[in-house]
């Protein structure tokens, strides 16, 4: 099946720095990824559709200016938490679109960021 | 809009017992329907989806799930449950482009 990796897998960084997080499709493109945030014991909640080269679309209340996304090639997007803060501590899960047709994705293995 | 609800936000089972975790969806538009198991700090792993070529279908480690259009149902399934099945489980319909998840079902395996 097709492999998306995440990198880093963790991070802790302090308050009012900013964290990038890489997530990669090895083995196939991936014109469109996706960015979703987890807290613990819950669902997946959609942050934002990266699409290679154009801007992200952000969900309902979710800051751009904070969580800055970038898909500037057919296998990478980048999610940037800007002027991070403790309540962005949470795991940070990519994927990317394998097949249009059922909207079938693949999951990274997740970034915990941890801020102090 | 398209929803899922999972029924139970755990269920405990023994080892070697039938599994079932329960889905139900809302869709305005035929529905594709995923199964997705996450592991404690992991990813999720597509356990198998529907897609209306088959009514039931057969997935990885020995899941199945039937889609039933009468119940607005796509309940998952395993005959006999192993230690290794414990985990979280997702299910998810797909709207425009997107996958909207269930709030997940952790599965319980004793020995």
């Known amino acids: 099946g097709a492999v998306v990796s995440q990198h880093p897998s963790w991070v802790i960084c302090k308050s009012g720095t900013s964290v990038k997080i890489e997530c990669r499709s090895l083995d196939f493109q991936a014109t469109t990824m996706f960015w979703y945030r987890q807290f613990p014991k819950q669902s997946l909640m959609l942050m934002a559709t990266?699409?290679?080269?154009?801007?992200?679309?952000?969900e309902q209340g979710v800051e751009k200016d904070k969580f800055l996304i970038n898909h500037a090639s057919l296998t990478l997007s980048t999610l940037t938490v800007t002027s991070a803060h403790p309540e962005d501590s949470s795991f940070y899960i990519c994927s990317a679109l394998a097949g249009v047709e059922y909207n079938e994705q693949f999951f990274g293995p997740g970034t915990r960021l941890t801020v102090l | 809009a398209q929803s899922v609800t999972q029924l139970g936000s755990h269920v405990s089972v023994s080892e070697g017992a039938l599994v079932l975790l329960r889905c139900n969806y809302s869709?305005?538009?035929?529905?594709?329907l995923f199964w997705y198991v996450q592991y404690p700090n992991q990813g999720l792993q597509l356990l198998l989806k529907?897609?209306?070529?088959?009514?039931l279908v057969k997935g990885i480690n020995g899941f199945e799930a039937e889609f039933k259009k009468s119940e607005t149902s796509f309940h998952l399934t395993k005959p006999s449950a192993h230690m290794s099945d414990a985990a979280e489980y997702f299910c998810?319909?797909?709207?425009?482009?997107?996958?909207?998840f269930g709030t997940g079902t952790r599965l319980l395996v004793s020995p």
């Open positions: 998810a319909v797909t709207g425009f482009q997107k996958l909207v």
């Open positions: 529907y897609t209306s070529a088959a009514t």
């Open positions: 990266s699409n290679e080269g154009s801007k992200a679309t952000y």
């Open positions: 869709s305005s538009v035929p529905p594709y």
